[in-house]
């Protein structure tokens, strides 16, 4: 299992990034995928997840009406757009799969700050 986030940056407040995650090693529409984050000093917290066919999806309170996940089976990414963003959204995002463990990619840098 290969997990590879990208999109990551630099933000102001009020600003948007749009995050990506390629997979590959297993067979991706069978899964739901998840995003998670880390900020500094405090614990990885779900972020957002999206069932296999991506008709269910569901979001931590803190990022409702700001972020969407998506996805496409086709190309095997799934994505994270995040709007109207809070320097409470600086963190280390995380794709993720539970492929008989959980799984996780590199990670990608999103900081927001003026």
């Known amino acids: 299992v290969q997990l590879v986030e990208s999109g990551g940056g630099l933000v102001q407040p009020g600003g948007s990034l749009r995050l990506s995650c390629a997979a590959n090693?297993?067979?991706?529409?069978?899964?739901?995928m998840s995003w998670y984050r880390q900020a500094p000093g405090k614990e990885r917290e779900l972020v957002a997840a999206?069932?296999?066919?991506?008709?269910?999806?569901n979001y931590a309170d803190s990022v409702k009406g700001r972020f969407t996940i998506s996805r496409d089976n086709a190309k095997n990414t799934v994505s994270l757009q995040m709007n109207s963003l809070k320097p409470e959204d600086t963190a280390v995002y995380y794709c993720s799969v539970n492929y008989g463990r959980p799984y996780w990619g590199q990670g990608t840098q999103v900081t927001v700050s003026s």
């Open positions: 999206i069932t296999s066919a991506g008709g269910i999806k």
């Open positions: 090693g297993f067979t991706f529409s069978r899964y739901a």
